[in-house]
């Protein structure tokens, strides 16, 4: 349950008669009627209020819950005179910063959730009045523009536009509390929305909520109902502060279990190390003499040397079998085709770009086609096993081509193919961990859009472990990585 919900139910709880106990020697709601109608009467008969229309009475069919015996069904009429504000026009010529000009209550005054109003930021003149209508002290405001219905107090006077309602108390004696707590219960909330339902505006409209049925319990009971409300707030308040943690935890909890579990695997510690699997300069060893056979046989071209890795990079331990590595030390790699839709010439070919290429696979739904000669349909055609690496828009963002189909590739993405036989999800695993962890963007060039060059990519360095336990790994990782993302589907 949220804190709101918690609220509701306590506010619900309160005006049905549930949250404290009837007690007969407090009187009943006629007796309290009494004192209003005889109240309202006197103003009628003094003219500082109308006779309002005579509503039919409020029948047991139309009544929406059981309220206890000494309570009564009333309207809002039945209570309050209620009536709209007004706004003298323009307002500049009537704002003043005289202080003895009259407060000029406007909706900014106010806070979402808050109780009452105590002061204003602006003032007008007292001509305004004219064309405005002065609320005071112990009146209930509604707002009745933007979000509808919300109750205030008045603790001061002054002068309100058309943006709220008025509600004025006939007996200045009723609780306004109780009725700040009423209105503001899931009940009159909804009463509320029936009145405005299938409005373009949504303002309440003042002749509907006259009409609209109200419980009313004994005088002291309200006192008593709002002393109780009062004494749960503060712990609904410490509830709220306990349930946010708790949700923000939750919220962060599947991301962090996922970072950890990464974290896990590329140090190492997911799975065992197997000394009959060999080791990382194994491993190196044959990619080594596979990509100098490749050279040989003209197939790829030799690559640049790159710098050897210093202490001073390595950002953690890893188990001894292991090694540090740069892609293209175990890999080849490059940009995809640049495009040039006035000089392309060949056959029109399906190629990636960044759209396509997201962490949960491959999007296949938005493929461009492009024309491509025959030397770029041979430089540019994708291998089952290659991995995709976003170099712009969501810099390395990647995710691995698992199909047989004919597809190639623009120069939004850096394509990766592994030699030896290399596990590519492993480290597909391992740039999504550096992605978190900013690595990623340590590594990219530019200020306003990032662009993870070759050469920037070309000084990252990843964990590498023997083959086997790369397989391992991936395994270990497919089995529980799911679990994260079932977390993170219940909090939706």
């Not at 309220?67 to 307002?91: L, N, Q, Y």
């Not at 170099?391 to 193919?417: F, K, T």
């Amino acid at each position: 349950m949220t804190p709101q919900q918690l609220k509701n139910s306590i506010l619900q709880r309160a005006i049905e008669g549930r949250l404290v106990e009837q007690r007969p020697e407090e009187g009943t709601a006629q007796d309290l009627l009494k004192d209003i109608q005889t109240e309202k009467k006197r103003l009628i008969d003094e003219k500082k209020i109308k006779k309002s229309k005579a509503l039919p009475p409020i029948t047991d069919e139309e009544k929406p819950f059981d309220i206890p015996e000494g309570w009564a069904w009333v309207r809002f009429v039945d209570i309050f005179e209620i009536a709209r504000g007004g706004s003298p026009r323009p307002i500049k010529e009537f704002l003043t910063n005289d202080e003895n000009g009259i407060n000029w209550i406007k909706i900014g005054d106010t806070e979402i959730g808050g109780k009452y109003i105590k002061s204003t930021k602006e003032k007008i003149i007292p001509d305004g009045i004219k064309k405005s209508r002065l609320v005071k002290y112990g009146d209930l405001l509604l707002t009745n523009s933007m979000s509808y219905g919300r109750p205030y107090i008045m603790q001061t006077r002054g002068a309100i536009h058309d943006g709220w309602l008025v509600l004025s108390p006939y007996f200045e004696d009723i609780d306004k509390d109780f009725f700040y707590y009423l209105i503001s219960s899931p009940y009159v909330k909804n009463e509320f929305a029936n009145t405005v339902a299938g409005a373009v505006v949504k303002n309440l409209n003042k002749d509907k909520v006259k009409e609209i049925f109200i419980p009313l319990p004994p005088l002291a009971e309200q006192h008593r109902i709002v002393a109780k409300i009062e004494e749960l707030l503060p712990l609904i308040d410490k509830y709220d502060k306990a349930y946010t943690k708790l949700t923000d935890f939750n919220t962060r909890f599947p991301e962090a279990m996922k970072k950890s579990l990464l974290q896990y695997a590329i140090q190492g510690k997911l799975v065992e190390q197997r000394a009959d699997e060999g080791t990382a300069q194994d491993l190196l060893k044959d990619i080594q003499a596979e990509k100098k056979r490749l050279i040989d046989e003209k197939k790829i071209k030799k690559n640049k040397a790159l710098p050897p890795i210093t202490e001073e990079e390595i950002p953690f331990d890893i188990p001894e079998g292991w090694a540090w590595v740069r892609l293209l030390d175990i890999a080849e790699g490059g940009l995809g085709k640049t495009l040039n839709k006035s000089k392309d010439k060949g056959i029109e070919k399906p190629y990636l770009c960044s759209i396509n290429v997201y962490w949960d696979g491959i999007k296949l739904e938005k493929v461009k086609t492009a024309l491509f000669d025959e030397e770029a349909q041979e430089k540019y055609l994708l291998k089952k096993g290659d991995l995709l690496i976003c170099e712009g828009g969501d810099a390395g963002r990647s995710a691995v081509w698992e199909n047989e189909d004919e597809m190639y590739y623009q120069n939004a993405l850096h394509r990766i193919r592994f030699h030896g036989g290399i596990n590519p999800y492993y480290f597909l695993y391992c740039l999504e961990l550096f992605k978190a962890q900013g690595v990623i963007e340590a590594h990219c060039k530019g200020v306003t859009i990032k662009h993870l060059v070759q050469s920037s990519l070309n000084e990252i360095i990843f964990p590498l472990p023997p083959l086997s336990e790369q397989h391992r790994i991936v395994a270990k990782l497919e089995k529980l990585l799911p679990f994260c993302n079932q977390l993170r589907s219940n909090q939706n």
